[in-house]
C-alpha cells in the first residue's frame, strides 16, 4: 500500500523534515513503497504538482522539491502498486483545477469494475482520466459528486467536501464491494483545494494533528495561539496534519477511526464526522 501525507496552516511553513528526515517522514517510508512519489504545493491558491515513478529516496528531484517547499497547503504520497503501470501518469497526487487528491488503498479486481466506475463520471471530466489506477478514477468520481453542489471553480463549505467524499466511498462499495466473499476496497483518501482540505479513513490507517506539545517557533512565531500547543477550544486551528504513519518529533497524534472523516474549511475550522455522518463537537 502507499503512504500519504497532508498538511495545512495559517502560515506558510517548509516541510522538509515530514518529508526527508524525520523517522516515518515519507523519504524513509519509500523504502518499502519504491513505486514513485508526487508532492503538490500551493502558490496564491494555485497548485503545483511534481510526479515521478523513481523510488523518492533515491530521486533528488524528491529531496529538492522536498527541500525548498514553503507552502500554506501540501499534499505528498509514495506509492507502492497495486494497481496500474510504473509510469508518471499513474503517481499520486492527481491534480484538476484547484483540487489535488490522494489514495492509500485498491480496489479488488479493478478491472472488472473499471468501465461501470468511469461511467459514473461526468462526461466533461471522464475525458482527464490519463492513467489508468482505480485512484484516479475514484478522484473524478469525488469530483463529480462535488460538482453536484455547484462549479469546481467555487470554494465548497467544509460539509459539501466531505459529503462529496462518502459518497464516492459508497459509490466505490456498492459497485465494487463483494460481502460475501469479504471484498472491499480499502478507500482512506485526502482531498484540497489548497483552502479547505479534508480526509477519510476507509481502509487503511490515517493519523491527524492539530497541535504540538510545545512549538519550536513558539517566541518568534507571529501566528502563535493557544490552540498551536493544546486542543483547540474555539473550534479554530493554526495547522492540519495527516499522515499514514505518526511522524516523530513534537505533534500529537490521534488516529482515525474507521469512517471517520476530519478536515478544516478555508478559515481553519476543524470539523470531525463519524461514521454514522454525524458531526462531532471539536471545541475541548
Given at each position: 500500500m502507499c503512504r500519504l501525507f497532508g498538511f495545512r496552516s495559517v502560515i506558510q511553513s517548509q516541510v522538509h523534515r515530514s518529508l526527508l528526515h524525520a523517522d516515518n517522514a515519507l523519504c524513509q517510508l519509500s523504502s518499502d513503497h519504491p513505486d514513485?512519489?508526487?508532492?503538490a504545493y500551493y502558490v496564491d491558491g494555485t497548485p503545483h504538482v511534481t510526479r515521478s515513478p523513481a523510488p523518492a529516496i533515491?530521486?533528488?528531484?524528491?529531496?529538492?522539491?522536498?527541500?525548498?517547499?514553503?507552502?500554506?497547503?501540501?499534499?505528498?504520497?509514495?506509492?507502492?502498486?497495486?494497481?496500474?503501470?510504473?509510469?508518471?501518469l499513474n503517481c499520486h497526487p492527481f491534480q484538476h483545477g484547484?483540487?489535488?487528491?490522494?489514495h492509500n488503498g485498491d480496489i479488488k479486481e479493478f478491472d472488472q469494475h473499471r468501465e461501470a466506475m468511469v461511467d459514473q463520471i461526468a462526461p466533461r471530466l471522464r475525458r482527464y482520466v490519463l492513467g489508468d489506477t482505480d485512484s484516479e478514477v475514484i478522484f473524478f468520481l469525488f469530483l463529480t459528486n462535488l460538482s453536484r453542489s455547484g462549479p469546481?471553480?467555487?470554494?465548497?463549505?467544509i460539509d459539501e467536501v466531505v459529503e462529496a467524499l462518502r459518497d464516492t466511498v459508497e459509490?466505490?462499495?456498492?459497485?465494487?464491494?463483494?460481502?460475501?466473499?469479504?471484498?472491499?476496497?480499502?478507500?482512506?483518501?485526502?482531498?484540497?483545494?489548497?483552502?479547505?482540505?479534508?480526509?477519510?479513513?476507509?481502509?487503511?490507517?490515517?493519523?491527524?494533528?492539530?497541535?504540538?506539545?510545545?512549538?519550536a517557533d513558539r517566541d518568534t512565531c507571529p501566528s502563535l495561539t493557544p490552540a498551536c500547543e493544546a486542543p483547540t477550544e474555539t473550534g479554530f486551528v493554526n495547522h492540519l496534519v495527516f499522515s499514514s504513519e505518526p511522524i516523530?518529533?513534537?505533534n500529537i497524534w490521534h488516529e482515525m477511526e474507521r469512517d471517520e472523516v476530519v478536515g478544516v474549511?478555508?478559515?481553519?475550522?476543524?470539523?470531525?464526522y463519524n461514521s454514522n455522518k454525524k458531526k462531532l463537537d471539536v471545541v475541548a
Open positions: 514513485g512519489w508526487g508532492v533515491d530521486d533528488q528531484i524528491f529531496h529538492r522539491v522536498s527541500g525548498v517547499v514553503a507552502s500554506e497547503t501540501v499534499i505528498a504520497h509514495v506509492r507502492k502498486a497495486t494497481v496500474g503501470e510504473l509510469n508518471v484547484r483540487w489535488t487528491f490522494a469546481l471553480s467555487n470554494r465548497f463549505s459509490q466505490v462499495r456498492a459497485t465494487c464491494d463483494d460481502e460475501a466473499a469479504e471484498r472491499r476496497a480499502l478507500l482512506t483518501l485526502l482531498v484540497t483545494d489548497g483552502s479547505t482540505m479534508a480526509a477519510t479513513r476507509s481502509g487503511k490507517e490515517l493519523f491527524w494533528s492539530t497541535y504540538k506539545t510545545r512549538c516523530a518529533g513534537e474549511d478555508w478559515r481553519m475550522r476543524l470539523a470531525r
